[in-house]
């Protein structure tokens, strides 16, 4: 769909797991927030990132703001615990786990964090693509403001998170949350999210992608949130107009799409990003464009 959805601001960090959890009351402290009480790791780390995202913006959410928190995992930590008591100790879950393990509080803790209780409060899971999953949720209603992450908790024993996510001895999972604040009314944007389209095919890819160079504003970057070569779904001659991109790593997360998109809009070089992905699943293909503000064109 072509949308030409101004962003308001974006912020997210992640890091690398280590073989203990890192508190994250600090890093909240960082950024003014207050730790809520009784919150869980899930909804710590989503009231992190949009806290952050609504400081960098320098303002509050208006009345009637929405919340949309995508993730693939949701709350994992909390439900293997509780699972775990009940399966093999047999005991019963205590009452503020068995509430914990709700992902949908997540997003209410986030709304009530950053002022935003008044409006749509949605959690949407998807096993590819949670912030695509997210921002088509919102996108059915664009004159409405919208803040929109994706959120991947760690979950220790880490050798345990390892094999359970089938990563290799040596690969680092990593924690992550992203968090965009589209405003359809927004007059000073850092960028905007030009177009989300889902592709039946590499030609119709190579499509968008000719008339994503045909309209931008500058030369175009090219990116993938996956581990493959985006450059490689295309044919040759459009491969040589674009440029590739890519955003640092702390490690192995399925919320790298919103890393892509937050880092290119806080540091990218060309004005716009194709972002290309191909679905394993359906054997679709899906391409985000992302403008940035600011930035000289060729």
Known sequence: MRLDWPIRASWGCEWAQGERPQPLDGR???????PQRRANRLMQLAHLGSAGCVRQAGSRPPQGTGVVLGSRYGNLADTIRLSAGVLMEQQPPMPFDFIN??????????????GAEHGPNLMVAHEQHAL?????IAALEV????????VEEGVWPLAEQRRRL?????????EATYWFWMDSCCKDPVGWLRALQRMPDRQALADACRQA??????????????????????????????TPWSAPAAGWHAA???????????????????????DPVTGHYLVLIIDRTGVPTA
């Not at 909240?28 to 207050?34: H, K, R």
């Not at 393990?101 to 950053?114: D, E, K, M, Q, W």
């Not at 990563?167 to 990593?174: I, M, Q």
């Not at 790298?256 to 191909?278: D, I, K, N, Y």
Request: glycine share 10%.
């Open 101 to 114: 393990v709700s992902t949908n509080l997540a997003g209410f803790h986030t709304a009530r964090a950053v």
């Open 28 to 34: 909240l402290s960082e950024i003014g927030e207050v």
């Open 256 to 278: 790298s799409l919103g890393r892509v998109v937050e880092r290119f809009l806080a540091a990218g070089t060309c004005p716009r990003l194709v972002v290309l992905e191909e």
């Open 143 to 150: 004159e409405r403001a919208w803040l929109v992450g994706v």
């Open 132 to 136: 695509v999953a997210a921002l088509e």
């Open 166 to 174: 089938g990563l290799e001895g040596c690969a680092t999972p990593a």
């Open 213 to 242: 160079l045909a309209d931008a504003p500058g030369p175009v970057a090219v990116a993938s949130a996956s581990d493959g070569a985006p450059a490689g779904l295309l044919p040759t001659s459009l491969r040589r107009r674009l």
